[in-house]
């Protein structure tokens, strides 16, 4: 292991193919730049997105997952991101009321035509996340090793 | 025989622990556990713990070994959670009791050197009962809690502590405390033990010589059909051994481990061929028979139960060990 | 209060409405009562009782008896009643194979309360109403009953009857209760004191999943934490982030179809305050999406499997923990 390294964190994003998954390759064709250190799931709409692969996203050593998907009303299918809406609402706040950081967790809404924006949100996330230092509280240390 | 005033238990409790780890049982009375004895912690006002002694030797959860593959070669690590000296201070006369049971199981060949590190490391300190629960019956298994084994027996009254070294590990152990004078424990009353509403258990039926007999009972269905197939009652008994070995798969290596299992629970011995005992009954069946007539045809006759009575106060829905052998024990001929 | 629910029992067992009964069973101690099906006028009038310490949700056991053949015959307490309607809700209960007789109570009573109280010796404890009669090695005394009630009895959120085809003891009516002091004295809390304060309850646990065997909300067939194939199956939780996500994720599924009856923190061998995390749901779908209650009615659509256009966005969370 490297010592006195900066801390660069892990980022999951899990992006919705409609629009997002679409919204990060145009970031890529613009040439704007993002980290390296986010990791793309691409997931077939946002509500597919079952609470629990957050969970382990975290227990595989990541130190933030975020959530892209259509902007409500925008859904591919319709509705499902007004249901991920839902659920990411509760289980945030759940994570929250456990005193996990409420910053390791996020949802935005890209869509495909927002180059600029998936760049952005990902520079700020990394920001915010690279303050926050390393997951600690959801970490499973078996995976650290 | 030794004793130590109550008034200098801490003082006692520093010293040993000033040599290795030492546990005992404290907290509030519904949470009571053995726990690293730390400066100021009291003893809990609990009979006994939720969780037996039974963790201190064969934890829930420990490390057996890990493995990395690297191409086509398997590496094998040794991944063992160390062990180191340790006393535990409190033990009951009825958990004290389920390592007899418990070292007839790891200790015998092949044997279990996990368990057995952790058995030579420890020392016992038994703490003897003056006032029982009603759920107690462990004299129904022919124990006395006035008496209790183990490396050290310990009698407490108001004012006194009183310690027998049984063995040659507790006689070194008592050896090393300086605050220690001798003194004789006064006579234990036993009236109380008389009186403890579950002490005449019918058990006469148990054993080898019924098991087809048992095994079909009819009334089983009746038993179980409550039970909701929890692991509480398991996981609580002192004589509980059943453990399975899973592994962790890291990204990076594989954690072999094993963790306590349930006979309870469905996937309980799951083979390739499906589940052995498809349905509740079957695995409530197990479990009594393997307490009250599997472990004793095997085992001259001891049975697999000390009679504790954690799983009396343990389960969601009150079904347990003492009602099932009161069902057979008196209707089956 | 018993004898009306067994002449009861009896009376419908003889007229054919049903052809077995689900009650409870006498134990060896006056507390340690079993829920258990009966099936002749013998067997009720041997083991039949109905007590303070009748705490079992009767609901989870027609999930598997509604589907046998015949009818029985159910006695449910108001809270069974909640957890009875959002089952058939979820068509997890055959409505037409049970004849249900709500029962009213007074709240159930906790043995360790009693003994806390000082009450030593304990061999019975009768009476209907605010006041029991204990009685104990020394005599009877009389106690009253809110003083040593469950945790969950004490802030009781309804004792209406729902969707019973009788009634034993008078409907009774939704409550007003406190029930959601708990989680708001956790929200006002840092985060660290949060973390700690639950990596002390969850660091007992020794997945015995009592919690979610006893669950009315937990019906699923085969839990993905049974399940070998889900890559999440463990049968211990070997450090505290499988205590999290155990207790997380079951909450999160039963979110929305939690009725509140607590039977998860009744059951708790380590007495981990389980119920928290799912009140913690229900106050926060009660804030965020319009009050609603699980099982209270038999047509809304539950608060997970809905949504409205203009609903909060995630980071609400955020903001609103911000302002703490």
Same mark, same amino acid.
């Given at each position: ?49 079952? #609470? ?19 902007? #409500? ?73 | ?167 040659? *590990? ?84 594989? *954690? ?78 | ?125 009768? =009476? ?16 009253? @009953? ?23 003891? =008078? ?35 020794? @997945? ?117």
């Amino acid at each position: 292991m490297q010592v006195n390294q900066e801390f660069k964190p892990t980022i999951v994003a899990f992006c919705c193919n409609w629009c997002s998954y679409a919204g990060a390759d145009l970031s890529g064709t613009n040439r704007l730049q993002y980290p390296a250190n986010v990791k793309i799931i691409r997931i077939p709409c946002s509500c597919r997105l079952n #609470p629990m692969f957050i969970l382990r996203a975290f227990q595989r050593g990541a130190d933030g997952v975020i959530l892209c998907g259509c902007h #409500p009303g925008d859904c591919h299918y319709t509705t499902g991101n007004y249901y991920a809406r839902r659920r990411m609402t509760l289980l945030f706040s759940m994570l929250d009321f456990l005193g996990i950081e409420r910053e390791r967790t996020r949802v935005e809404w890209v869509s495909a035509a927002e180059g600029a924006k998936f760049a952005a949100t990902m520079n700020e996330f990394v920001e915010t996340v690279t303050k926050l230092g390393e997951n600690k509280r959801l970490e499973d240390l078996r995976c650290k090793s | 025989m030794k004793k130590c005033p109550v008034s200098q238990l801490d003082a006692l409790f520093a010293s040993v622990a000033a040599r290795q780890k030492l546990y005992i049982p404290a907290g509030e009375a519904k949470t009571a556990a053995f726990q690293p004895w730390q400066e100021g912690m009291k003893l809990t006002d609990a009979l006994n713990t939720v969780r037996s002694a039974k963790d201190l030797f064969f934890p829930q959860v420990e490390n057996l070994v890990n493995f990395k593959v690297t191409g086509k070669q398997i590496e094998i690590i040794e991944n063992r959670d160390p062990s180191e000296p340790f006393v535990v201070f409190g033990v009951r006369a009825c958990d004290c009791r389920s390592f007899d049971i418990l070292d007839k199981v790891f200790l015998c060949d092949p044997v279990d050197t996990y368990y057995k590190t952790r058995r030579e490391n420890g020392v016992i300190m038994t703490l003897a009962c003056t006032e029982p629960e009603e759920t107690c019956f462990c004299t129904a298994f022919g124990i006395d809690p006035t008496d209790p084994a183990g490396d050290v027996s310990c009698w407490m009254d108001g004012e006194n502590l009183y310690l027998r070294a049984n063995t040659e *590990k507790g006689e070194t152990l008592l050896s090393e405390l300086p605050m220690l004078s001798d003194g004789d424990a006064p006579a234990a009353d036993k009236t109380v033990f008389d009186r403890l509403p579950l002490k005449n258990l019918p058990l006469d039926k148990f054993g080898g010589e019924h098991m087809m007999e048992l095994f079909k009972y009819e009334k089983w269905a009746g038993l179980a059909e409550s039970c909701l197939g929890c692991g509480a009652c398991t996981f609580v008994c002192p004589t509980c051994q059943c453990y399975d070995i899973r592994e962790f798969n890291t990204g990076d290596e594989i *954690k072999r481990f094993r963790c306590w299992d349930s006979c309870m629970y469905s996937d309980f011995t799951l083979m390739s061929a499906g589940q052995p005992r498809p349905t509740q009954l079957e695995r409530f069946r197990q479990r009594f028979m393997h307490k009250l007539v599997y472990y004793p045809s095997t085992h001259d006759g001891e049975f697999g139960c000390v009679g504790c009575g954690r799983c009396l106060q343990k389960c969601p829905i009150s079904m347990n060990i003492v009602k099932v052998a009161k069902t057979l024990g008196e209707e089956t001929t | 209060m018993q004898e009306l629910i067994k002449a009861k029992a009896v009376e419908l067992l003889e007229n054919g409405v049903c052809d077995r009964v689900l009650g409870w069973k006498a134990g060896e101690f006056f507390y340690d009562v079993t829920p258990a099906v009966f099936r002749s006028r013998e067997e009720i009038e041997k083991d039949f009782v109905f007590g303070p310490f009748c705490g079992a949700n009767m609901s989870k056991y027609l999930i598997a008896e509604s589907r046998k053949e015949g009818k029985i015959a159910a006695f449910l307490k108001p809270c069974d009643t909640y957890s009875f309607q959002q089952l058939q809700k979820e068509h997890r209960i055959r409505r037409e194979n049970v004849y249900a007789v709500g029962v009213q109570c007074e709240g159930m009573c906790d043995i360790d309360a009693m003994k806390a109280a000082g009450i030593k010796g304990i061999l019975g404890a009768d =009476g209907d109403g605010g006041t029991l009669t204990v009685h104990t090695l020394y005599g009877d005394k009389s106690v009253e @009953r809110k003083t040593v009630l469950a945790e969950r009895c004490k802030c009781c959120k309804s004792k209406k009857l729902l969707g019973c085809d009788e009634i034993i003891g =008078g409907q009774g009516e939704e409550l007003e209760s406190n029930r959601f002091a708990q989680v708001e004295k956790l929200e006002a809390m840092t985060p660290d004191e949060r973390f700690a304060f639950w990596r002390g309850e969850l660091s007992r646990c020794i @997945r015995c999943n009592a919690c979610r065997n006893v669950c009315p909300a937990c019906s699923c067939e085969k839990c993905v934490f049974d399940n070998p194939a889900s890559g999440v199956e463990n049968k211990a939780a070997a450090n505290s982030f499988e205590e999290n996500l155990f207790h997380v994720i079951r909450a999160f599924h039963v979110a929305g179809r939690c009725t509140d009856c607590g039977e998860c923190s009744r059951v708790c061998p380590q007495h981990i305050p389980l119920h928290l995390l799912n009140r913690k749901f229900i106050k926060d779908i009660n804030e965020l999406y319009g009050d609603y209650q699980a099982g209270a009615d038999m047509d809304t659509r539950p608060p997970l499997v809905n949504f409205q256009t203009d609903d909060p966005e995630p980071s609400v969370v955020h903001e609103r923990g911000s302002e703490q």
